[in-house]
T-cell receptor, first 114, second 115 residues
Framework: DTAVSQTPKYLVTQMGNDKSIKCEQNLGHDTMYWYKQDSKKFLKIMFSYNNKELIINETVPNRFSPKSPDKAHLNLHINSLELGDSAVYFC?????????????FGPGTRLLVL | GNSVTQMEGPVTLSEEAFLTINCTYTATGYPSLFWYVQYPGEGLQLLLKATKADDKGSNKGFEATYRKETTSFHLEKGSVQVSDSAVYFCALSFTASGSARQLTFGSGTQLTVLP
């Protein structure tokens, strides 16, 4: 009964490669997010999609491209990986109720670029 | 802009000690406030939340009260256990654009509880 799932859990790759991380939620939520957690545990939002439309696009290199094929999925594709991309990437989803909402997070994808 | 300032860690306590992790925020309007917990090697889990002033969120013995006058949302627990060892994040939620809300996180506080 996993609510927000991500694959893969671990990803080790070489600099310059292209990789994708997948996220799926079975909560029926309208909004999905990608966050990046750096080595000091600092969390920062990258993107947000609402009903498959890009809503939030923070200052992120254009090597990062989110794609939402449907409301339940939000994938993250990264081109030309760099050492600094090593981090934990979290997917989250939420649904607004009466002006308030809570975000639920996936287990994270630990990306290591060598 | 919106921001969250959290007590710097790491915090080390003995089992059954009292815990306080301070959190203050800066925000326009009336954000919702959250505490998330990250256990070693795992993702973020919602611990508790409060959506308006004077609300108290509580879960698993943890409590936090939304204090608008001091713009604070301090996390407390009366008696910590070894299993509470984790990183705790304070966060606020505000509307960024459209119908999407954005979470702004504090820097996280590492808690270690010793037996």
């Amino acid at each position: 009964d996993t609510a927000v799932s991500q694959t893969p859990k671990y990803l080790v790759t070489q600099m310059g490669n292209d990789k994708s991380i997948k996220c799926e939620q079975n909560l029926g939520h309208d909004t999905m997010y990608w966050y990046k957690q750096d080595s000091k545990k600092f969390l920062k939002i990258m993107f947000s999609y609402n009903n498959k439309e890009l809503i939030i696009n923070e200052t992120v290199p254009n090597r990062f491209s989110p794609k939402s094929p449907d409301k339940a999925h939000l994938n993250l594709h990264i081109n030309s990986l760099e050492l600094g991309d090593s981090a934990v990437y979290f997917c989250a989803s939420s649904q607004e109720y009466g002006g308030r909402e809570t975000q639920y997070f996936g287990p994270g994808t630990r990306l290591l670029v060598l | 802009g919106n921001s969250v300032t959290q007590m710097e860690g790491p915090v080390t306590l003995s089992e059954e000690a009292f815990l306080t992790i301070n959190c203050t925020y800066t925000a326009t309007g009336y954000p919702s406030l959250f505490w998330y917990v990250q256990y070693p090697g795992e993702g973020l889990q919602l611990l508790l939340k409060a959506t308006k002033a004077d609300d108290k969120g509580s879960n698993k013995g943890f409590e936090a009260t939304y204090r608008k006058e001091t713009t604070s949302f301090h996390l407390e627990k009366g008696s910590v256990q070894v299993s509470d060892s984790a990183v705790y994040f304070c966060a606020l939620s505000f509307t960024a654009s459209g119908s999407a809300r954005q979470l702004t996180f504090g820097s996280g506080t590492q808690l270690t509880v010793l037996p």
